[in-house]
């Protein structure tokens, strides 16, 4: 299975919506560089499917790549599909899906801004096991287990 990355995502903050940097590198067992979320957890990186979000677009809202917090935004992959304990080559890193979803912070800015958030519903999160550059237009690919 592969897909592609749509946007990379950070943001100075938590619980706001991120901004699309075009690469950032994925720093080992930490996430990607300069990304509030980034740390020595099981949530490093986020991914949510741009799929996600154009379901949301289609409700009449204007919705960008790391609207929903996600650090790595998809295409052509499906994400829930995935087992706790993939790994997945992300350009030249390589992540292990940690959690799929997660509890939802009710006042948390996107869902003031857009009424609901599909992170809980659709997002996965991942650590980083082996760093690299992760760039718009990278492959994603899953790996044999």
Known sequence: ???????????????????????????????????????NWHRQVSLLAQESIDKMRSFGLTL??????????????????LDIGSKIKVGNALLEVTQKGKSCHVGCEIRKLVGDCIMPREGIFAR??????????????????
């Open 64 to 81: 960008s790549p790391g609207d929903f917090a996600e650090n790595i935004t998809t295409s052509g992959i499906d994400l829930l599909s």
């Open 1 to 39: 299975m592969t897909g592609k990355v749509v946007a990379v995502n950070i943001s100075e903050r938590t619980g706001v919506r991120k901004t699309n940097v075009g690469k950032a590198k994925a720093l080992k067992n930490f996430g990607l560089e300069g990304d509030a979320h980034a740390g």
């Open 128 to 145: 980083v096991l082996e760093e690299g550059e992760i760039e718009v237009g990278d492959e994603i690919e899953v790996q044999e287990k």
